[in-house]
């Protein structure tokens, strides 16, 4: 079945580390994106990617990074530069990432940190 | 500057009577929008779009929402509530925007 892949779906991490966040998808589409979510904030994109190799700081990046190596994944690093890295985190791929293309999601990573 | 405003954070039901959940958008170019449900702890699924072929738009699970240029909003409404439609809804705007979220709780 074609879809998004996120892992772990829970994560816990300690001050001071770097983690990663592992996003799959084999839709062959060509943009992908990361959002964190908070309860009453709604979803908030930290970054996106609309061809291997490229990607683009979205409204929160500060304490973020991605790469774009393969098209069908796009990990996300949550460093240590992240004061409040606590979140829901939700990977996203749509076609080819015009404004009129609905998105897929992947089912979340929770990130706690201790 | 493009933004998202869902009116109501929680919006209460009882099973068989009508949803409406609003949403208002501001955009500074023609806009696409969309409707998206998360259940617990899943990610978001498409309901329905707007892409300006037609202004009401018919999505699943017998959702629908009508897009109104003079008043910049796309209110998502079902005739009858159920109870599986207990989720969080979110509007989104030009595929990267969205809303802060309407909570909707079905009762019995």
């Known amino acids: 079945d074609g879809g998004i892949t996120q892992s772990p779906k829970y994560l816990f991490r300690k001050e001071g580390q770097n983690v990663t966040l592992s996003c799959e998808q084999n839709l062959n589409h060509d943009a992908m994106y990361w959002y964190r979510q908070d309860p009453g904030q709604g979803l908030r994109l930290i970054y996106y990617s609309q061809i291997v190799n490229d990607f683009q700081k979205g409204d929160i990046a500060e304490g973020y990074s991605v790469s774009r190596e393969k098209k069908e994944s796009f990990p996300l690093t949550v460093t240590s530069a992240q004061k409040n890295p606590t979140a829901f985190y939700l990977c996203?791929?749509?076609?080819?990432?015009?404004?009129?293309?609905?998105?897929?999601f992947g089912p979340g990573t929770r990130l706690t940190v201790l | 500057a493009q933004s998202v405003t869902q009116l109501g954070s929680h919006v209460s039901v009882s099973e068989g009577a009508l949803v409406l959940l609003r949403c208002n958008y501001s955009?500074?170019?023609?806009?696409?929008l969309f409707w998206y449900v998360q259940y617990p702890n899943q990610g978001l699924q498409l309901l329905l779009k707007?892409?300006?072929?037609?202004?009401l738009v018919k999505g699943i699970n017998g959702f629908e929402a009508e897009f109104k240029k003079s008043e910049t909003s796309f209110h998502l409404t079902k005739p009858s509530a159920h109870m599986s439609d207990a989720a969080e809804y979110f509007c989104?705007?030009?595929?990267?925007?969205f809303g802060a979220g309407t909570r909707l709780t079905v009762k019995p």
């Open positions: 989104a705007l030009n595929d990267m925007r």
């Open positions: 955009s500074s170019v023609p806009p696409y």
């Open positions: 996203a791929s749509s076609m080819f990432g015009s404004l009129i293309d609905e998105q897929f």
């Open positions: 707007y892409t300006s072929a037609a202004t």
